[in-house]
T-cell receptor
Framework: SQKIEQNSEALNIQEGKTATLTCNYT??????LQWYRQDPGRGPVFLLL?????KEKRKERLKVTFDTTLKQSLFHITASQPADSATYLC????????????FGSGTRLQVQP | GAGVSQTPSNKVTEKGKYVELRCDPI?????LYWYRQSLGQGPEFLIY????????DSGLPNDRFFAVRPEGSVSTLKIQRTERGDSAVYLC??????????????????FGAGSRLTVL
């Protein structure tokens, strides 16, 4: 069966460090992968999109990598700030089967001042 | 509108009752999605519309759940004979393009704040 796995344990890091979040998937032929941020009581907000033929994408302090051989995406936040504390969700759209985004369960990031 | 609007923000109902949740998407967005999110989980896909028609309703858990989008803008998610297990946050999202129709553009979802449903 298709699975998207994110670390369910919260990630705690110190301000200024780089946060790295992992998204692994199985039994998908992804067309693209997206990362969203979700704050408590709010809907997810889009951050970055990376296509299957792209290795890396950057936006300000954010960087996403996509390895279709390892079936993994890494999401990095450099120079992290307490305001980056939130839950981060990865989501896949597939060429086959369901085209609408399927989300992972998210990883909560806590940046300590 | 400027964003995706969902009403009500909170709904408390009793087991067995009928519930309607409304979503007003961003003007001009052709695709509209409903997701359900339980505590500590990611959004779970329910259904998406392309225009007025349901393009994929494979995520609806059973026939107590139904959604409509009669004029291609506002959508209503309807839940009959609610059960305690239906308690969750129901998220609506819209996108400019529909998934698969423009892979080079790809669809980025804009979500509403959600409707929290509690079934007692």
């Amino acid at each position: 069966s298709q699975k998207i796995e994110q670390n369910s344990e919260a990630l705690n890091i110190q301000e200024g460090k780089t946060a790295t979040l992992t998204c692994n998937y199985t039994n998908y032929s992804p067309a693209y992968l997206q990362w969203y941020r979700q704050d408590p009581g709010r809907g997810p907000v889009f951050l970055l999109l990376i296509r299957e033929n792209e290795k890396e994408k950057r936006k300000e302090r954010l960087k996403v990598t996509f390895d279709t051989t390892l079936k993994q995406s890494l999401f990095h936040i450099t120079a992290s700030q307490p305001a980056d504390s939130a839950t981060y969700l990865c989501a896949l759209s597939s060429y086959t089967g369901r085209r609408a985004l399927t989300f992972g369960s998210g990883t909560r990031l806590q940046v300590q001042p | 509108g400027a964003g995706v609007s969902q009403t009500p923000s909170n709904k408390v109902t009793e087991k067995g009752k009928y519930v309607e949740l409304r979503c007003d998407p961003i003007s001009g967005h052709t695709a509209l999605y409903w997701y359900r999110q339980s505590l500590g989980q990611g959004p779970e896909f329910l259904i998406y519309f392309q225009g007025t028609g349901a393009a994929d309703d494979s995520g609806l858990p059973n026939d107590r759940f139904f959604a409509v989008r009669p004029e291609g803008s506002v959508s209503t998610l309807k839940i009959q004979r609610t059960e305690r297990g239906d308690s969750a946050v129901y998220l609506c999202a819209s996108s400019l393009t529909s998934p698969g129709s423009d892979l080079t553009g790809a669809n980025v979802l804009t979500f509403g704040a959600g409707s929290r449903l509690t079934v007692l």
